[in-house]
């Protein structure tokens, strides 16, 4: 299979963007809390600028590593941001640009989270 004309991770994220408005039922509230995610993980670091065919799973191994390493991010949060990875490349091998998702070879097992408040504290008072 041929590849198209490589792209940088940031400029595929705009026309992953433009794709599901136009062409998916992806809710405006999805892509407005993808945007979220983007921005406050991704925008303006190394992986945003590199291109998206060079992208390995040391690479993004090495930056879920660095976002979780202070345990202040949730799973859920991660999970947000991985979706948001995996839907950007699934647009990239769509279009040529990539044949595999290095995504799917990050092992999420090995990262730490938030820890998650047991409820169950709050439901009832003394």
Do not use: C
């Not at 949060?77 to 991985?82: G, L, P």
């Not at 990239?92 to 640009?97: P, R, T």
């Amino acid at each position: 299979m041929r590849t198209k004309a490589v792209k940088s991770l940031e400029k595929v994220y705009e026309d992953w963007l433009i794709y599901r408005r136009d062409f998916t039922s992806a809710k405006h509230k999805t892509i407005y809390e993808n945007t979220m995610d983007w921005n406050k993980f991704i925008r303006g670091i190394e992986i945003a600028k590199t291109p998206i065919n060079e992208l390995t799973p040391v690479m993004l191994t090495r930056f879920f590593r660095s976002v979780t390493k202070d345990r202040n991010i949730s799973h859920k949060r991660i999970s947000n941001v991985r979706s948001v990875l995996n839907g950007i490349m699934a647009y990239a091998i769509e279009e040529e640009m990539i044949i595999h998702n290095p995504v799917s070879d990050v092992n999420f097992q090995q990262f730490v989270y938030k820890p998650v408040k047991n409820q169950m504290d709050n439901v009832f008072t003394q």
